[in-house]
């Protein structure tokens, strides 16, 4: 009888094998971009499986590409050095002095930080900023908000924050030809060469519409898109999305998350993703699991 449970136990865990296979064969190949941002890159534990997660997917034939914020580490640091962080719309107001901050600290500690996670776990990352190989390409953002109806809007200079004008596709292709998994810290190179600071989850929308990805997965610190009533969306065509930005219930933080899924999949990316990195192996539930999690947005 004991023997008898011990081989059900493994033919469980064989079962659920066979349960991914499908997803394998699919995705085999394929990229997928992940946006790698919020407490799932401050809890320990969370830390340790999405390097393992990356790991496994790159094991089993589909090609991780991680694009990782670091928002609570640069407030952290602006906090011990005496300075404020102010946002719009979601976006780091930055002065040339939180630059050199967020620079240091994205580029120097936390990118360091990911490679060094995914490499300890079998993996072969290779840590890049903006300006490797002029990976991103990029200018000054000029925030547009509208005062009032029928009058000429607000321009808002939010400092060295940055828009994309360019993803150097062919350098992360060869990397991950090359078996390597790139981890990109979202800054960017302008035309004299001075470094603009980027919303993580617009870079990752760039990079996984210039590298043709299969799927783009931000992390965030919430279940997914919210209604007015407080439940989840599972799914949102590219119009309802829209219609909710217009109503006001996607706003703050969450608006910069759908824009870029609505840019990606404008420009060719199958799905995008909006899920709650709090969960453990929440990249593997969306991408292995006919449910997934969080919240979708395809094209309507």
Not at 57 to 70: E, W
Not at 211 to 226: A, M, N, P, Q, R
Not at 238 to 243: L, N, P, Q, W
Request: hydrophobic share 40%; net charge negative.
């Amino acid at each position: 009888m004991v023997q008898e449970d011990k081989y059900e136990k493994l033919i469980e865990k064989a079962d659920v094998l066979l349960e991914v296979l499908p997803y394998i064969r699919r995705f085999y190949g394929r990229s997928v971009v992940i946006k790698y941002g919020g407490h799932a890159m401050v809890d320990e534990r969370l830390k340790e499986m999405f390097a393992l997660d990356v790991v496994m997917m790159k094991y089993i034939g589909i090609n991780p590409v991680v694009v990782h914020g670091g928002g609570p580490q640069i407030g952290s640091t602006l906090a011990k050095l005496g300075k404020d962080s102010e946002f719009v719309q979601g976006m780091r107001v930055t002065d040339q002095e939180t630059m050199d901050i967020v620079e240091m600290v994205l580029v120097g500690k936390v990118n360091k930080e990911i490679v060094g996670l995914i490499n300890h776990n079998g993996g072969k990352a290779v840590g890049l900023s903006g300006k490797d190989g002029n990976l991103i390409e990029a200018e000054k953002y000029l925030l547009s908000k509208e005062k009032e109806k029928d009058t000429p809007p607000e321009i808002i200079d939010l400092g060295m924050v940055g828009r994309v004008t360019k993803i150097n596709a062919d350098l992360i292709q060869s990397l991950v030809a090359e078996g390597f998994v790139p981890v990109i810290a979202p800054t960017g190179s302008g035309e004299r060469g001075e470094t603009y600071n980027i919303n993580a989850d617009v870079v990752a929308g760039e990079v996984a519409a210039a590298i043709g990805s299969e799927k783009l997965i931000l992390l965030t610190d919430v279940e997914g898109v919210i209604d007015d009533e407080g439940c989840l969306i599972d799914s949102l065509s590219d119009g309802e999305a829209k219609d909710l930005i217009d109503k006001g219930t996607i706003q703050g933080g969450m608006y910069p998350k759908v824009k870029c899924c609505l840019k990606a999949l404008r420009e060719g990316v199958e799905k995008t993703h909006i899920i709650d990195g709090r969960l453990m192996h929440s990249i593997l539930l969306e991408i292995f699991t006919d449910r997934g999690i969080g919240t979708e947005v395809v094209k309507g």
